[in-house]
């Protein structure tokens, strides 16, 4: 068994920060990409950003600049830094990473179940 769990999400004011965590946990032995994730309403879920177990990320065009993603790989744990945030970044922060359980596995991938991010004065 493999989990992600989010925490972090909250409230906060148009301009203002927050960072959203994600750990895994459970029979993992390796983890590949990790990355975050946001499904606004009507729509399908859309990359806000990734990184590599050695540390290369990528991002969405709406969201460079103002956000940063890192992951501590001895905590299994990667996290999403959010700066100058606007009322349009509000959605619901999904977690996902490509996990092996066992040496011979292959890759799978995982989803944490969320948690949400509000932008509002």
């Known amino acids: 068994q493999v989990h992600l769990v989010e925490s972090g999400g909250g409230l906060v004011q148009p301009g203002g920060s927050l960072r959203v965590s994600c750990a895994a946990s459970?029979?993992?032995?390796?983890?590949?990409?990790m990355g975050w994730y946001r499904q606004p309403l009507g729509k399908r879920r859309e990359l806000v950003a990734t990184?590599?177990?050695?540390?290369?990320?990528k991002y969405a065009d709406s969201v460079k600049g103002r956000f940063t993603i890192s992951r501590d790989n001895a905590k299994k744990t990667v996290y999403l830094e959010m700066n100058s945030l606007k009322p349009e970044d509000t959605d619901v922060y999904y977690c996902?990473?490509?996990?092996?359980?066992?040496?011979?596995?292959?890759?799978?991938?995982?989803w944490g179940r969320g948690t949400q991010v509000t932008v509002s004065s």
């Open positions: 996902n990473a490509l996990i092996k359980s066992t040496p011979t596995s292959t890759y799978f991938n995982f």
């Open positions: 459970g029979t993992i032995f390796s983890i590949n990409d």
């Open positions: 990184i590599t177990s050695g540390g290369s990320s």
